[in-house]
């Protein structure tokens, strides 16, 4: 790559990084972020072309591997540790991994105990996380697929065959990845994360657009005022274009679309509010600060809070709202400590 | 406020928000984006109108307090807990909190053994706090000074006499918190402090401005294809303006200028790579990536590295690098545990 700059390619490079990003060479974003990634956790391995990044200590359990396309960060490999993930797989930028590549990173997942696969519902990751298993499991591994749908913001479309996958996403890994810590068997595991999924529903907006290092210029624009409601974490689209609207406002007609879909009266929660990559965190406090007083109107406890950037598309600005539900279990799953580059839960200590 | 919008204030309002922000009112970001963090983490204490944010659970110990202008989130009421700081003052964005906001942070914190202010080094600041202090102490509080002055881009300017505090002091909030924490008493905790930041060092750069919420307009413009080497967190200016470069030798620029102010051959360091608020995740892990290659070249063995958002600017997009010298207390005291909502360290448990 270094060759392609002195070759001649110094032009083309030139063109193709006025995009201002910190990359070198656009098509190589996800293995460098991915070396990069192992480089700062000693804890995770990179196993390089098959864009898999696992866990250096397994434990005897159940496997737990999610993954789909880049450009989600931290979504999924800084998701790998104990209580949460045993690998992750990624696809290039906004794209499915292949079938090879998830198969990789189920056996390095696998400890005899078999493996969940997680994963969003989106068709070309459907299509290739089912082949992945079909493989393994002609190489004699048990594998469970949990799928996640929590966007409440539309049913089909032309990406996938119901509801999209999106930060909720994050939750169910917090909770299914503890219940796999504690030694349950597959069945098990997937029991909790089908009622993990069940029990959650995400709706969240957008205010600009994000830039593929490959392509160099956004995938969509919307008006100086103007902010798209529901939009999906590629850009996919939302319900409605509005205009900005107070931090209030904006909570509210997130959490309406939930509550219209599910409810949560007198219930307890978890709470994921989530940025898309640029939305500063001083507007997700605020943001938080809302869904919280509109939460306490409804009498839904929250049990715990999750703030910050956890499921993201590139330099998109925006930001999503997670609700789910907590039984006596869940809630004990989601306190269960974890120890990830992203995500770490309990108390800290040596 | 929302008699505000209701009585006329709604074309102000909209002229207002049309910057696309996740807020309310501008004039109350700071006091909303405050009790945003409340609500979400039990462990701490929104005091209202001194804009201060303390540990609800006080422990016995030399109190720990930094702050300073607000909008570089989690910096600093995101380090408040335990292994940090007992107390975080915040201003208005970009703007030095009053002496009597830092005085209701100091005496939250002092439980009769002496309070350290560890601050940045902008003259606002260093005037305010010097002021508090002089009236904590006249009030029988025992309180010592450090300040940050860590951004090798400049030696004076128009915000600072001497050089600028900028992201490298979370690394110091880190280990002087630790100190703090293991009951070393005042003049030991500000000598830890002094040595921090004698051994911390961070050069950064900035790719767009960010926009005050009270202003609603970008603080500059950069170029297309232009970013500004040096830029400090507040737009202060930085060494030269240049094209966007490749990862590799944008970490080359800045960590040769770290290099030509600090010899770290052979010396084991903490690294942080810290994005401005906009920089996506993805880019800060390729940006370490060929920060780790270029401190494998040069010997320089990295003991713990810390990558992400830890002090930003808005809705900037750039990046800084610090490395901190560790010898062998600063080595046991980066590692010690700390439990705050922005920084854990430690393996977790409950």
Same mark, same amino acid.
């Given at each position: &790559?270094? @060759? ?28 460098? &972020?991915?070396?990069?990634? =192992? ?10 072309? *098959? ?24 979504? *999924? ?15 290039? #930028? *906004? =794209? ?5 590549? $998830? ?21 070309? @990751? ?5 082949? +992945?298993?079909?493989? +393994? ?54 029991? !909790? ?13 957008? %205010? ?8 160099? !210029? ?10 798209? $409601? ?11 274009? !509005?205009? #900005? &609207? ?8 997130? /959490?309406?679309?939930? *509550?219209? @879909? ?10 994921? #509010?989530?940025?898309?990559? =640029?939305?500063? /965190?001083?507007?997700?406090? $605020? ?23 956890? &499921?993201?598309?590139?330099? %998109? ?16 799953? $989601?306190? +269960?400590?974890?120890?990830? %580059? ?9």
């Amino acid at each position: &790559m270094h @060759d392609l700059h002195e070759k001649g390619g110094r032009l083309r490079l030139r063109r193709q990084i006025n995009m201002k990003k910190i990359i070198n060479d656009p098509s190589c974003v996800v293995s460098e &972020m991915l070396e990069g990634i =192992a480089a700062v956790n000693p804890e995770v391995v990179y196993h390089p072309g *098959f864009e898999v990044i696992s866990r250096r200590r397994k434990s005897d359990k159940v496997g737990l591997v999610s993954g789909g396309g880049s450009g989600h960060e931290p979504s *999924f490999a800084g998701y790998v540790g104990p209580g949460m993930l045993d690998a992750a797989v990624s696809g290039n #930028v *906004f =794209a499915s991994p292949s079938p090879e590549r $998830i198969v990789t990173a189920i056996k390095e997942s696998d400890c005899g105990k078999g493996v969940l696969l997680l994963l969003m519902n989106y068709s070309g @990751d459907v299509m290739n996380f089912e082949m +992945a298993r079909d493989i +393994a499991e002609c190489d004699g591994i048990s594998v469970e697929i949990a799928v996640v749908k929590d966007d409440v913001s539309t049913e089909d479309d032309d990406y996938s065959a119901g509801r999209r996958g999106i930060a909720g996403t994050v939750l169910v890994h917090k909770v299914v990845g503890a219940k796999a810590e504690q030694g349950a068997d597959l069945a098990a595991v997937a029991e !909790t994360a089908r009622k993990a999924i069940a029990n959650v529903r995400t709706m969240g907006m957008a %205010m600009s657009s994000c830039i593929l290092p490959a392509v160099g !210029t956004p995938g969509f624009f919307l008006g100086e005022n103007e902010i798209e $409601i529901g939009m999906g974490i590629h850009g996919e689209p939302g319900i409605k274009r !509005t205009e #900005v &609207m107070p931090a209030r406002e904006l909570a509210h007609t997130l /959490l309406e679309k939930i *509550f219209a @879909d599910r409810d949560y009266d007198g219930q307890e929660v978890a709470v994921m #509010v989530n940025g898309l990559g =640029a939305t500063p /965190l001083m507007e997700l406090y $605020i943001l938080a600060r809302e869904v919280n007083a509109r939460l306490l109107e409804k009498d839904i406890r929250v049990h715990r809070y999750f703030v910050g950037e956890y &499921m993201t598309s590139l330099e %998109m600005s925006g930001a999503s709202v997670s609700l789910m539900a907590l039984d006596d279990e869940l809630k004990a799953l $989601i306190d +269960a400590p974890c120890d990830t %580059m992203a995500l770490k839960v309990g108390r800290s200590c040596l």
